[in-house]
C-alpha cells in the first residue's frame, strides 16, 4: 500500500513497517533491511516511521497459496469471533461474490468480497486494473496476504481490538473470475416486478374509465329512449 509494508524477517516472523512521509516503496522481493519505531498490537511488533534501504535483489519463492474460507480464518468451532494470528501475512485463497466496487478512482482501491456469512473486503492497491474485467455479482476467487487489522496495544485495553481481515492482493493474476454474474439479479428482478405492477395499474385505470364511459352512455341512452317512449 502508499505507506504500509509487509515485511518477512529472516526468522520466518511477519513485521508490518508503516514507513515515514516520503519514504518509497521497496519492490516485492527484494531483500531489504528496515528501522523505525516499535509498536506492538498485542500479537506483533511492528515498525512505526520505519525506513528502508535495499540491500540485494531475492526472487520471490514460489509460494501456494492455502485455499481457505473466512469461517475458518475468523471463527471457532463454535462460530464465535477468534483472532487466529497465525494467518497474519499468509498467502490464502478465497471464494466469493463481488458485493461492491469503488465508485471512482478517487476512492480506495478495494472490492467488497463477499463470502457467505462474512465479508471481507480486498485491496488491489498494487494492480489497479486488476478489476477491469470483474462484473459486479460475479463469483472469484482472490489470492493475496492477510492481514489482520489490529490497533496498537495501549495499556488500558483489556481485549485486542480487532477491525477486521484486509486481503492484499500483489498482481492482476489473484483475482480470477469463477462464474460470470446472473442475467437476472436481484435489481434487475425488482425493475421488472415495478414495471408489471405499473402496466396492471395501467391497465385497471383504462378499464374503470372504459366502464365508466360505457355507463355514461348507457344512462344517456336510456334517459332518451324514456324521452322518445314519452312523447
Known amino acids: 500500500q502508499p505507506n504500509n509494508v509487509l515485511l518477512r524477517t529472516d526468522h520466518d516472523r ?10 518509497s516503496l521497496p519492490a516485492y522481493g527484494r531483500h531489504c533491511k528496515a528501522v523505525g519505531h516499535p509498536v506492538s498490537d498485542t500479537y506483533h511488533i511492528n515498525l512505526t516511521y520505519a525506513r528502508v534501504r535495499t540491500d540485494e535483489d531475492c526472487a520471490p ?6 485455499v481457505t474460507t473466512a469461517e475458518r ?7 464465535e469471533l477468534e483472532i487466529k494470528s497465525g494467518y497474519h501475512g499468509r498467502l490464502v485463497s478465497l471464494d466469493g461474490v463481488v458485493q461492491s466496487l469503488p465508485d471512482s478512482d478517487i476512492d480506495k482501491k478495494q472490492l467488497l468480497l463477499d463470502c457467505g456469512k462474512l465479508k471481507v473486503p480486498v485491496d488491489f492497491s498494487a494492480c489497479p486494473n ?5 462484473p459486479l455479482g460475479s463469483t472469484i ?8 487489522e489490529i490497533a496498537p496495544w495501549q495499556s488500558t485495553d483489556v481485549l485486542p481490538r ?19 454474474p446472473p442475467w437476472l439479479t436481484v435489481g434487475k428482478l425488482l425493475v421488472i416486478v415495478a414495471a408489471l405492477l405499473l402496466v396492471l395499474l395501467a391497465v385497471f385505470i383504462r378499464n374503470r374509465i372504459l366502464r365508466r364511459i360505457s355507463a355514461i352512455r348507457l344512462n344517456d341512452r336510456t334517459q332518451l329512449a324514456v324521452e322518445l317512449h314519452d312523447s
Open 73 to 79: 480464518i475468523y471463527l471457532n468451532k463454535n462460530g
Open 130 to 134: 486488476a478489476v477491469r474485467d470483474i
Open 61 to 66: 519463492t514460489d509460494e501456494k497459496p492455502e
Open 162 to 180: 480487532f477491525s477486521g481481515l484486509l486481503l492484499v492482493v500483489r498482481h492482476a493474476g489473484d483475482l480470477r473470475v469463477l462464474v460470470p
Open 14 to 23: 511477519i513485521v508490518r513497517l508503516m514507513l515515514c512521509a516520503g519514504e
Open 141 to 148: 476467487t482472490a489470492t493475496g496476504r492477510c492481514v489482520l
